[in-house]
């Protein structure tokens, strides 16, 4: 690379490298990489040309990314509520949510986990809604042994410093649809048509373009993929089949047939049962040799001041001002995620924890449980 005339990513040889490496993993035709996980998404929903005040379903639990691009499209981010157990979108409260407005569903795989996609799948080809699978979090997770990002409409990764996969900053839009597929690239690069050069704008879209160095690290880490997945997929289940009897500890589940690649391993604790607060717990564990952290968000992101404040933009909302939304986040409530909020705790797994380490995590939440049991 340090050979290279040119850094850019048009034609760079780095960047395909890094589109042939992650099509050996995820075989879609469309692939735009760039700068960042938010930035994939953005594009995603850019690509969608919706009108300002249409709706998008997400998770109430999930990065500030899942929302900015559906934010600055003009569009309105709609809540639904998470299963309980799985932590991801609860199709019911999906169902629940869908209006006349309704375009697409972002169904984020939580932690890794697959979201179940039949069911939602169900509801988008019902009521005609794209869907926009945020799979920043799922890095080599599966559902029902297909790769996430190959059964919605489009797939967005982070190659963010603390995923799965790292090359500083980065990030990957991806699609098998004929007709949005083209037009991906073109929604990360100012609308400027590569292919056939012209300038000659014809939509409002931002730069996004990852530069070769960046293409260079993520298509190496590319290789790494099913060894990192393997290694956290075993640790994770291992750890769950290790805690399965404690008591007062909520593990995390998956559909059968599904593999959760575990970016982080999150449980729920169900703090009547303690006599201790859950800082103390987490803290207790910490000491005892578990790397358990208490809570994951603050709040859900609905409960974030500038939902509260609809001040998107210098303060206001310009198309709730405009009545083109009636939305209140105020107004909204996802029992499950604000419950979620207040009793997570997660460990923060990775590829190098052999079964001695987390049989030894596993000991010492089991000890620090039942030392806290009320
Ligand atoms: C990390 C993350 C993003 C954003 O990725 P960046 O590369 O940090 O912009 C989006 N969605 C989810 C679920 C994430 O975890």
């Known amino acids: ?30 692939c735009f990489p760039c700068s960042s996980g938010s930035a994939a998404l953005h594009v995603a929903v850019a690509a969608l040309r919706l009108k300002p005040g249409e709706e998008i379903i997400v998770p109430p639990i999930t990065d500030m990314g899942s929302v900015i691009g559906i934010l600055y499209q003009q569009l309105v981010p709609v809540f639904a509520d998470l299963d309980p ?12 949510k869908v209006t006349a407005k309704t375009r697409a569903i972002m169904p984020v795989h939580f ?16 009521h005609k809604l794209s869907v926009i699978e945020d799979c920043a979090q799922a890095w080599g997770a599966r559902w029902q042994g297909k790769p996430v990002g190959t059964i919605g409409d489009t797939a967005c990764y982070s190659f963010n410093d603390f995923k799965h996969l790292s090359c500083g900053d980065g990030g990957m839009v991806a699609s098998n649809d004929a007709t949005l597929g083209p037009t991906l690239q ?64 909520r593990l995390p589940a998956s559909a059968p047939g599904d ?11 169900e703090l009547e049962r303690f006599r201790a607060p859950r800082a103390e717990i987490a803290a207790a564990m ?56 207040g009793d997570c ?10 079964d001695s380490y987390i049989e030894k995590v596993a000991r010492a939440i089991r000890t620090v449980a039942g030392r806290l049991a009320r």
């Open 186 to 249: 073109r929604w990360g690069d100012k609308y400027y048509d590569r292919v056939s050069g012209n300038r000659n704008i014809e939509e409002f879209a931002p730069n996004y373009r990852m530069s070769e160095p960046q293409a260079a690290v993520a298509a190496a880490q590319m290789t790494r993929l099913p060894g990192i997945v393997e290694l956290r997929h075993r640790a994770g289940e291992l750890l769950t089949s290790l805690l399965q009897d404690v008591p007062g500890i």
């Open 85 to 96: 157990q799985t932590y991801n979108l609860d199709p019911a409260d999906v169902r629940r």
């Open 259 to 269: 593999t959760h690649s575990y970016w982080f391993y999150m449980m729920r604790l």
């Open 286 to 341: 910490v000491a005892e040799g578990a790397s358990v952290i208490a809570g994951y968000i603050p709040h859900t992101l609905y409960q974030y001041p500038v939902f509260q404040r609809h001040g998107f933009f210098g303060g206001s909302w310009p198309i709730r001002d405009a009545g083109m939304t009636a939305m209140d986040y105020r107004a909204v409530s996802c029992p499950v995620a604000e419950a979620m909020v």
């Open 345 to 354: 705790a997660f460990f923060r797994l990775n590829e190098a924890m052999g």
């Open 111 to 126: 932690a890794g986990n697959p979201c179940d996609l039949g069911a939602l799948g169900a509801i988008a080809r019902e």
């Open 1 to 30: 690379m340090l050979g290279q005339e040119s850094l850019f990513y048009w034609k760079g040889p780095q960047t395909t490298a890094l589109i042939g490496e992650f099509r050996r993993h995820y075989p879609l035709q469309h």
